[in-house]
């Protein structure tokens, strides 16, 4: 007897400001650059790309691009597009 497996898409589950937050934070807590672009990737795909574009200031395609698997985007870039999900990051101490 074989189990079928469900594929997985994380944007479903971020369907709640405090889900993406929860989300962000724990990938924030890893530190892997690469990993936070893909997280800020499913988030905008879950809020809606043009909508995320549209606020950042960022074309469509361009946004598509800077948050690829393997893109390198600048840090400003990274910033827009933070503002533009609705988050805000902060520091404490270690």
Do not use: C, W
């Not at 807590?29 to 606020?55: F, H, N, P, Q």
């Not at 395609?61 to 990051?89: C, M, N, Q």
Request: proline content about 4%.
């Amino acid at each position: 007897m074989s189990e079928q497996l469900l594929p997985f898409d994380m944007i479903t589950l971020l369907d709640s400001d405090e889900a993406v937050s929860e989300y962000l934070n724990q990938v924030l807590e890893e530190g892997d650059s690469d990993e936070l672009i893909r997280a800020l990737g499913y988030i905008a795909k879950a809020k809606g790309m043009a909508m995320i574009a549209k606020e950042s200031g960022l074309g469509r395609e361009s946004l598509y691009k800077a948050l690829a698997p393997g893109a390198k985007p600048r840090f400003d870039t990274v910033l827009k597009v933070i503002r533009a999900l609705g988050v805000k990051l902060h520091a404490e101490p270690v």
